[in-house]
């Protein structure tokens, strides 16, 4: 079945340092691919996503492309802040299955200053 | 708009008790989802609905039930908590226009004793 992985935790950097985190992924057909940001204490909030191969998703200086010849979806930030500080999740959507996501186990990145 | 909405924020219970997890969204949208998630193992769906009256099964289904009378409102029904159901569950609710975004609530933390 589908299925998503992504780099352990935690992720430790020092303020302004560049961040990869890697995720990648097992699907049939199109999925669409999404990063989500969860801050502690609470829920999930969508960071950026992309519904095609080489399509690049975007937001806050963050950013990810979907790669379907390596089947990866690595999530990038030139510069972090302490404020990026929370658990990251990389997920995807089966093609043609709204209201259900595949996640993979997350990781936790701590920005100290 | 407040989105989606989720009742209680914390609850306790013992073995063998059962209870209702509340979920709302007044966005309209079509699709609403169950989710847990546990340590280390990111979030995993338990049940989905693709709208009123219709649901289906996610990964993790076994010890909960589901039913969805109306587009507004996603119930999740624990008949006999186990301590395995002890987890933090998050609904979520997505629409058909084509943007598979899925918007989380604020979650509903369960400790069964």
């Known amino acids: 079945g589908d299925s998503v992985t992504q780099m352990e935790g935690p992720v430790t950097l020092s303020e302004e340092a560049f961040l990869t985190i890697n995720c990648t992924y097992t699907a049939t057909g199109y999925p669409s691919l999404f990063w989500y940001v969860q801050y502690p204490g609470e829920g999930l909030q969508l960071l950026l996503k992309a519904t095609k191969a080489d399509d690049k998703g975007s937001n806050k200086g963050f950013e990810a492309t979907y790669r379907k010849e390596t089947t990866s979806f690595h999530l990038e930030k030139g510069s972090v802040q302490v404020s990026d500080s929370a658990v990251y999740f990389c997920a995807l959507s089966p093609y043609n299955q709204g209201g259900k996501l595949i996640f993979g186990q997350g990781t936790e990145l701590s920005v100290k200053p | 708009n407040a989105g989606v909405t989720q009742t209680p924020k914390f609850q306790v219970l013992k073995t063998g008790q059962s209870m209702t997890l509340q979920c709302a969204q007044d966005?309209?949208?079509?699709?609403m989802s169950w989710y847990r998630q546990d340590p280390g193992m990111g979030l995993r769906l338990i049940h989905y609905?693709?709208?009123?009256?219709?649901?289906d099964q996610g990964e993790v289904p076994n010890g909960y039930n589901v039913s969805r009378s109306t587009t507004e409102d996603f119930p999740l029904r624990l008949l006999s908590a186990a301590p395995s159901q002890t987890s933090v569950y998050f609904c979520?609710?997505?629409?058909?226009?084509?943007?598979?975004?899925?918007?989380f609530g604020p979650g509903t933390r369960l400790l069964v004793l």
């Open positions: 979520a609710s997505s629409s058909w226009t084509g943007d598979e975004t899925q918007y």
């Open positions: 966005m309209n949208h079509e699709y």
């Open positions: 609905s693709v709208g009123a009256g219709i649901t």
